[in-house]
């Protein structure tokens, strides 16, 4: 028969309990970090839809230069596409725009009038795009002067160019 200590008994049941503690504060830990891990690829997400964005009516500005160049694309922060006075391709660029801005969270946008490129000769225009929308996540509680001084508000300034 064998002699069992007294004084070890339990000592496995306690060594178990620790090592769920152990193992319970590292899946917290990590559970953390994965959820900070989607946030941040959520608003990674969002931002690269405002950089396309920008990217696709500098397109159409280039394409349609000589509208873009009368400062017919320009538009006002929150303005609507309505009150756009220029070609029909014009109002059409700047609607369907308007609308794929409208997929990010309360997303707004402006175009800035065309500047012409100092001592240039080749009569290059630049145009000051800004694509503004709705990012909690982002820790910018701040009013945003290039998002009408709102709060919680992420944005892009993209400057594209046309020569026409």
């Known amino acids: 028969m064998r002699n069992i200590n007294t004084s070890e008994s339990g000592t496995t049941l306690i060594e ?28 990674s997400y969002q931002r690269l839809q405002a950089t396309n ?14 509208q873009a160049r009368e400062g ?3 538009i006002a922060l929150g303005a609507s ?13 700047i609607s369907d725009w308007l609308t794929m801005v409208a997929t990010l969270p ?19 225009r630049n145009y000051d795009i800004t694509v503004c929308w709705s990012d ?15 709060n919680n508000r992420d944005f892009i300034t993209f400057n594209a160019s046309s020569k026409h």
């Open 72 to 74: 017919n694309y320009t």
């Open 16 to 43: 178990v309990l620790i090592t769920v503690l152990v193992i319970s504060v590292g899946l917290l830990g990590m559970a953390s970090l994965q959820l900070k891990a989607v946030t941040l690829n959520h608003s």
């Open 106 to 124: 309360e997303g707004t946008f402006s175009i800035g009038a065309p500047q012409a490129m100092l001592g240039s000769p080749n009569n290059i």
């Open 53 to 66: 964005l920008a990217y696709d009516i500098s397109d159409r500005i280039f394409i349609n230069g000589a």
């Open 136 to 150: 909690s996540q982002n820790g910018l509680n701040a009013a945003q002067p290039a998002c009408g001084n709102q």
């Open 81 to 93: 596409a309505g009150l756009v006075t220029a070609s029909d391709v014009t109002k059409a660029d």
